[in-house]
């Protein structure tokens, strides 16, 4: 019997339901004729739009990576000009120690730091987005393409939180109530482009693309959605078949978001950063100064860069950031750091020069650290949502895999134009 | 002895069902888990004229299918609890979404009140909503409501206690599905009926719908009961 009609009177039975809704309110309800538009109803009309939401969509990402990176130059000139000082301070100290504070705490430390403004000003950004109420219309918008891709806007949002980190973005698919959905979105969560990356991107694009440097980080942040979207097919196509649930979202009005409400999530996410510059990026530039200093790095990092080779990046420099960046993607800029003994503002400038770097490997660099391995903490937590060690193990494989054929792909084929 | 007097609280989310609850039972509440799942469980309670009213708020859902833990705990807790009387909180600015959640308690044969909640925000976009109309339709008691401003909770109170005391009568809300669906209804009620444990739980046609809608949990109850 079900065999026979199956999912279709499913859909008969609610559309009776409806029916019978709206033929009741036909005759209790009175509506005025002209219905008075609410300011949000308005402003949907062209927010929500079928064919201007992505448009717009696309824009409002834009141009908060345009607000971000113009933004942070000035704040991120006087932190450089900080740590210069006191490079100049430490100068005068010989010896291993003056090694270790100049090379190991200032080169390391000193260029994540540095890279406080953009993060806070893109954290700022998202709550702002979130406390107006234009995020869940995103949600809304991308629904339709979600949907094509086998899942539903309920798993955006979790996207739309990895952009902050993947952590949460990895713990807000609790709301995805079908099993599926819920996995797969997990599994491409960490495409989502999360604040640590933003140093490498902006180290990278700030030097290699000058003027075009927030349209590059963009990129950066398109690519991941991208990936994210193609993989969400694949998998939905082959390890987790079946239909996704249907929702209502609900759309809250637009409000004016207030400083205390924007600057409270700001800090809520902005503080875990610099929690861990002071800890565990502290700890990894200093085991790494000290691996430098002793010459155990080269041969280690001499070791794995072949395997990037067809990437662009073979150098040893290259494979031991890549290496030390599992433990937070950070320490991939604060390793170049010590290795280059140079702190942000000639970091970029150290990498063209010593690695020979060109704009294009550098591309190739950024989208391989946007694909990569997820941070350890992001494992640890894919862990513990799927409660096994079979979805975190397949995760390190399979985004890395991605990773190197991606920025393979851009390398070989961009040297066919760029020579 | 106060005579007692158990009533679920459902209602789509941002119904403003938590409101409601709060106005019913006060500081009394106590929160704890549903059983087997993390799914909040709310209880409250209140004494009103005489009756020891026991408020049990029901998750926030938009349907009562099986496929949210949210879901099924509303729909297990009314179908086998059977409470004295369910409440529905209803948004009057937008009862064609909201009522689709009232439908299916009627048609699960729940002894259903409409508490049409956010009055003022129907009024101030000016719906009229003819309230007795609407309960004569649905075949339920209707009760206007501000909670937020806790307007219609004694009223609410006083209907509560009627349809536990059976004073006023609530159908079981038949949806005519069209003829093809309402012959597949008709042969599966016959069997359904047939069997002396589900027809003494369930509503023979309410089940005969679920089953149709290819509901996994309903699906899965009628396969155990036919090969036990």
Request: glycine residues 10%.
């Amino acid at each position: 019997m079900r065999s026979i009609y199956g999912d279709e009177a499913e859909t008969v039975i609610a559309d009776g339901r409806y029916g019978f809704i709206s033929g009741l309110l036909k005759d209790v309800l009175k509506k005025p004729p002209i219905e008075r538009l609410t300011l949000s109803d308005k402003i949907d009309r062209v927010i929500i739009n079928r064919w201007l939401g992505i448009p717009l969509f696309l824009a409002i990402m834009f141009g908060v990576f345009q607000f971000v990176f113009k933004l942070s130059v000035p704040f991120m000139d006087w932190i450089d000009a900080g740590f210069g000082w006191l490079a100049g301070l430490v100068s005068g100290i010989g010896g291993w120690g003056g090694s270790l504070l100049a090379d190991g705490v200032i080169g390391g430390v000193g260029s994540v730091l540095i890279f406080v403004p953009p993060i806070f000003l893109l954290f700022i950004a998202i709550a702002v987005l979130e406390d107006c109420g234009y995020m869940a219309r995103a949600a809304f918008i991308m629904d339709r393409v979600m949907h094509k891709i086998g899942l539903h806007g309920r798993s955006f949002i979790p996207m739309i939180l990895g952009f902050g980190c993947n952590i949460p973005g990895i713990m807000a698919t609790r709301t995805i109530e079908n099993p599926k959905d819920r996995l797969t979105t997990i599994l491409i969560n960490p495409f989502m482009s999360c604040g640590a990356r933003l140093p490498i991107f902006v180290l990278l694009a700030g030097y290699f693309f000058a003027a075009q440097a927030g349209l590059v980080v963009f990129c950066m942040y398109i690519i991941g959605i991208v990936v994210a979207i193609i993989m969400a097919l694949v998998f939905r196509k082959t390890l987790f078949r079946g239909v996704s649930s249907h929702f209502v979202m609900e759309l809250p009005p637009y409000r004016l978001p207030t400083v205390k409400g924007v600057l409270t999530h700001m800090w809520e996410r902005g503080r875990l950063f610099l929690r861990k510059a002071g800890t565990i990026i502290f700890g990894v530039v200093v085991l790494v100064w000290l691996l430098d200093y002793t010459g155990a790095l080269e041969p280690i990092g001499s070791a794995i860069a072949p395997v990037f080779a067809p990437c662009g990046f073979g150098q040893w420099q290259a494979a031991v950031s890549l290496f030390f960046g599992f433990l937070a993607k950070e320490v991939v800029v604060g390793t170049m750091g010590t290795l280059f003994a140079a702190e942000e503002g000639v970091l970029g400038g150290a990498i063209a020069a010593q690695l020979g770097w060109t704009p294009l490997i550098a591309f190739a660099f950024m989208v391989f650290c946007l694909l990569y391995i997820p941070c350890v903490a992001a494992v640890a937590t894919i862990k513990s949502e799927t409660n096994s060690w079979k979805w975190p193990l397949f995760a390190i494989f399979y985004t890395t895999a991605i990773a190197w054929i991606v920025a393979t792909l851009i390398f070989q084929i961009g040297s066919l134009f760029v020579g | 002895m106060a005579k007692e007097i158990i009533v679920a609280l459902a209602g789509n989310p941002n119904s403003g069902k938590t409101t409601v609850f709060n106005n019913l039972t006060g500081a009394r509440q106590h929160v704890g888990n549903w059983p087997g799942v993390t799914v909040e469980k709310k209880e409250g309670s209140c004494n009103y004229k005489g009756y020891s009213i026991k408020v049990v708020d029901l998750p926030g859902v938009y349907s009562l299918t099986a496929y949210s833990p949210d879901e099924v705990v509303a729909r297990n807790f009314i179908v086998e609890e059977k409470p004295d009387a369910v409440v529905d909180i209803v948004d009057a600015s937008s009862l064609e979404r909201n009522l689709y959640l009232a439908v299916q308690l009627l048609e699960m044969g729940a002894r259903l009140i409409v508490a049409l909640n956010m009055m003022d925000e129907a009024d101030s976009r000016n719906y009229r909503i003819d309230v007795e109309g609407l309960s004569h339709l649905l075949g339920a008691p209707v009760v206007p409501m501000v909670a937020n401003r806790n307007r219609g909770t004694e009223e609410l109170l006083e209907e509560i206690i009627k349809v536990a005391e059976k004073e006023v009568e609530v159908k079981e809300l038949v949806i005519s599905y069209g003829q093809e669906v309402e012959e597949e209804i008709a042969r599966l009620e016959r069997l359904i009926s047939q069997d002396g444990e589900l027809s003494s739980k369930y509503s023979p046609r309410w089940l005969a719908v679920k089953l149709l809608e290819g509901d996994e949990e309903i699906v899965k109850k009628f396969k155990d009961v036919k090969a036990g």
